[in-house]
């Protein structure tokens, strides 16, 4: 019962099968020891009684030696009919040791069955092993009167008996029980070390993203860097651009306003009458010129807001009273084309804390835009508070905007209708200024429209003060991003520290630049692509250092076609692919040791066409063996010739004609390049296909390119052309380069055009 009981328990196949190890050897052990037991009692009996071994005991000692035999022998297989065997062999001889002694004493021992039942079997065995002793005595007292076997003597061997098998039984109840704790406990510790191990593995996993992961921000940290660099460039010449506008255009602007200003206004300066037509022509020209310095005006306000120089002057200023100045501004306007402009009444005396000049400044350009392009009815102004914010709406009766086309009106110089732009004027940078203008006042801008339906522009802005702004309207106000936020870390940073690695793209069919880079650098990420589209798709994914370009594989990029993301820089270089080896040398492929098993057979199978017989020139002779147990293995029938040397390969080749030759150029003793020669002489022979098969990589050493090409999308300026010209050369030039120059940079304005 006990066995089984291990045996139906959930436990893990190692921890039963060493449970049942552990059972066949107690009970070899006991079995040893009954037999031990047993003999030596019959030693100690035969002395006291008969004074020897007597030959009368030899029948009950041969029943015990059999049955612990046969128990032995069936304890692996069937350890409970082997421990059933040895209690029968146990019993049988008690009995007959008793029939032979006749000494009425012996009886005690049966008192030992039940106990060694319930321990090697269970209760139910104790209880059998009870009942049968009890009708052994039972048996013995009728059919054997003179052993004296009476009530009393078999009354306490039967309650001896009980005993012995009760206390069997709780000793079986009790390791039973420390089985089950050990085997729930084994259970326990397995399923969470189950759980310990794939937490474990998560962890990893976890631990190999976040090193991605860091690695990808750390090179996006370093293009970012430079991209910035290149911005605050791009800022700087912007400033610079945006000075020299400021006095190159308008000093020659005033010229041009002033001269035709005093011709309109004081025609009679000049002495003469000037003809109508000149005086129109001129008119024309202040007209255009004074559209032109507003297209300045916009451009240089669009300038200093995104180069942060916009500053606002604040003050408390009432929203009624600016809106009504601006609808001033544009009654007539909307009178001359016969254009409604209502002002619903909104509430009065709300105080903003703003740039008076610039809201108004928005105010007209939302009602300019709405007269322009409204054809039939007109405009309508409300305004209302909400939130702890003020917000105005302007609504026209105009064309309408389409939803994809929203967005990209707040844009610089977009334009939706270009030829009514060009009847009514306009540069496209209003309402890019205007919204710029209300995000620095901390509000926001947005429009609701729909194709035919009209249009409505809404503008909030807040009405109480932030701290910052409190802190920022004591001087000058920039407009500050509030959504970035820096989070005060509480714990030390745990994560590996990331281990940047210079990243390149390859485009090339094959993999030999890749090869190339693997064998001669260790701490470079290489990503191979096979076509341009998926070469700038890894680009866009990750920032690399550049893009290398493969040319002797056939691929080419045409910069015009292509945007290279992040302005990589693009190498082009040639390197030969082992197809390219391989025509060189008249051979059919080219396999570079070590090479695997299903690599030879794809190479055979493409080489050999229709033909079964191959010959394999190898000196090596567990080389030659295995490339044999490789083809044999393929289970293709191939016919496998062997040969030693070349000497004896051109000789097989010439007799026996085989469909591929297995060629391993390094030999000992020959060179197999004079075969390759040899074979190009000989007509028979020379259109056998040969697979090479060897430890030398062609590409390995010696001149692989002649020459490599830079290019840059962007351009290169002055300084990175010399750094440039100076790294290659400190690589290439054959004598020990000087000492580095130190680099200055330079203004643009010092640049030599040659």
Known sequence: ????????????????????????????????????????????????????????????????????????????????????????????????????????????????????????????????????????????????????????????????????????????????????????????????????????????????????????????????????????????????????????????????????????????????????????????????????????????????????????????????????????????????????????????????????????????????????????????????????????????????????????????????????????????????????????HSGQMWVDSQPGQGSTFYFSLPLEISPQTRSAARGALRWVNEYVVHEKRERPFKAPLPIVCPRYVVLETGNSLQRIFHHHVTKVEIHGTNTVQEAVGELRRSPSQGLIVNRSSGQDINLQEVTLPFDTPLIYCSIPDASEVSQQMGIHSYLIKPVTRQQVLETVKKAIGHGKKILVINDNTEELQLFVRILESAGENYQVLRATSGTQGLLLMRQRHPSLVLLDLRMQYTNNYDLLNERKKDKHIRDIPIVVISSQDPLGSGMIAESIQIMRQGGISPLDLVRSILAVTEVLSPISPPPAPTLEEEPPDALVSG
């Open 1 to 440: 019962m006990f066995y089984y009981q291990i045996l139906n328990s959930r436990a893990d196949p190692v921890f039963l099968d060493s449970a049942v190890d552990l059972l066949q050897t107690t009970t070899r052990r006991l079995i040893y020891l009954i037999c031990a037991a047993v003999y030596l009692w019959q030693v100690c009996s035969g002395l006291i009684w008969e004074g020897g071994f007597p030959i009368r005991f030899l029948p009950a000692s041969l029943i015990i030696a059999i049955t612990a035999i046969l128990a032995l022998r069936i304890l692996d297989q069937h350890m409970l009919v082997a421990r059933v065997v040895i209690l029968i062999g146990f019993f049988v001889g008690l009995m007959l040791y008793t029939l032979t002694l006749r000494q009425v004493e012996l009886v005690y021992t049966f008192a030992m069955l039940p106990l060694l039942a319930a321990l090697m079997i269970g209760w139910p065995a104790g209880v059998i092993a009870e009942g049968i002793i009890a009708l052994a005595m039972l048996a013995l007292a009728h059919t054997t009167p003179s052993l004296g076997l009476n009530f009393w003597l078999m009354l306490v061997t039967i309650i001896s008996g009980l005993i012995s098998c009760v206390a069997g039984v709780l000793v079986v109840s009790s390791l039973l029980t420390v089985t089950q704790w050990a085997v729930f406990s084994y259970q326990d510790a397995n399923q969470k070390m189950e759980l310990a191990r794939n937490r474990q593995m998560e962890l990893l996993h976890i631990q190999d993203d976040l090193i991605q992961a860091n690695n990808e921000l750390a090179r996006l940290s370093e293009r970012l860097k430079v991209m910035t660099l290149v911005a605050e460039e791009a800022r700087r010449v912007k400033e610079e651009f945006v000075a020299n506008v400021s006095h190159e255009l308008r000093t020659p602007l005033n010229m041009i306003i002033g001269f035709a200003e005093t011709i309109i206004q004081a025609p009679g300066m000049y002495q003469t009458r000037l003809p109508a037509k000149l005086m129109a022509d001129i008119a024309a020209i202040h007209r255009n010129s004074q559209q032109l310095v507003g297209l300045i005006n916009d451009v240089l306000d669009l300038s200093q807001i995104e180069a942060g120089r916009m500053t606002l002057t604040k003050s408390w200023n009432f929203l009624d009273v600016l809106i009504h100045e601006a609808i001033q501004s544009v009654e007539a306007f909307f009178a001359s084309r016969g254009l409604y402009l209502n002002v619903e009444p909104g509430p009065e005396k709300v105080e903003v804390y703003c740039d008076g000049t610039r809201i108004r400044e928005v105010m007209l350009n939302l009602l300019s835009n709405a007269g322009r392009f409204t054809e039939n009815g007109g405009v309508h102004v409300r305004w209302w508070v909400e939130s702890e914010k003020v917000i105005v709406a302007v609504r026209d009766t105009g064309p309408g905007i389409a939803p994809e086309d929203r967005e990209r009106l707040f844009q610089p110089f977009q334009q939706l209708d270009t030829r009514l732009n060009r009847r009514e004027g306009g540069s496209g940078l209003g309402l890019s200024i205007s919204r710029k203008f209300i995000e620095m």
